[in-house]
Structures are given as C-alpha cells and as structure tokens.
C-alpha cells in the first residue's frame, strides 16, 4: 500500500510562487510508472497538471513555462514548483502515483488559492 501526503498550499496573490512536495510512503517512488499532479477546481472535474512518466514530462497547456514538476527518490518526494499564479490556477491539488500499470493512488489534496 502506498501513501501520499501533500503540502506546500495555502493562498497567494497573483504573480507570486509556491512550492507544493508530495511525500510517498510504502514503497519507493522509483518503482512508479507515473507520478504527477492534477487539480479539481469547484464544479469542474480533475485534470492533469504535470506528469512524469518514464521519465518523460507532460504538462497541461495551461500551466507550461510556469509550473515545475520534480522528484527526488532519496527523500521518496515529488514536488511542483509553480511560479506567476494566476486567479484560475485556484484548485485542490491531488498528488497521484500509478504503479505496475493498474494501481494508482491518490493523497488527500491541499487547497491552492490565487488572489487577484
């Protein structure tokens, strides 16, 4: 079994930075075949934020050239450094990892809130 633990969120103006770290227990996120980010916004559905998978990043259009997704396996964390927020970038942000191809897991979401 796999746990993940977010943190990182909380509110910022626009403009403004925050880093968000995704802590995996359980087993190591080497052995993931994807791990990433998504976010749900009140009445929208989830969508992908970033995504590593095999060692590939894919990004939502929305977010390119501003968001940064990383990982270190020594400390079994995946972080997503996001820089210029924007008002629409407001969302609950769930760390995800998929692992032997079938089984995913998600954490629990912290809140990111962009003021204008």
């Known amino acids: 079994q796999v746990q993940l633990v977010e943190s990182g969120g909380g509110l910022v103006q626009a403009g403004g930075s925050l880093r968000l770290s995704c802590a995996a227990s359980g087993r190591s996120i080497f052995w993931a075949h994807a791990m990433g980010w998504y976010r749900q916004a009140p009445g929208n559905q989830r969508e992908l934020v970033a995504l590593?998978?095999?060692?590939?990043?894919n990004y939502a259009d929305s977010v390119k050239g501003r968001f940064t997704i990383s990982s270190d396996n020594a400390k079994n964390t995946v972080y997503l450094q996001m820089n210029s927020l924007k008002p629409e970038d407001t969302a609950v942000y769930y760390c995800?990892?998929?692992?032997?191809?079938?089984?995913?897991?998600w954490g629990q979401g912290t809140q990111v809130t962009v003021s204008s």
């Open positions: 590593i998978t095999s060692g590939d990043t």
């Open positions: 995800y990892a998929r692992y032997d191809f079938t089984t995913s897991y």
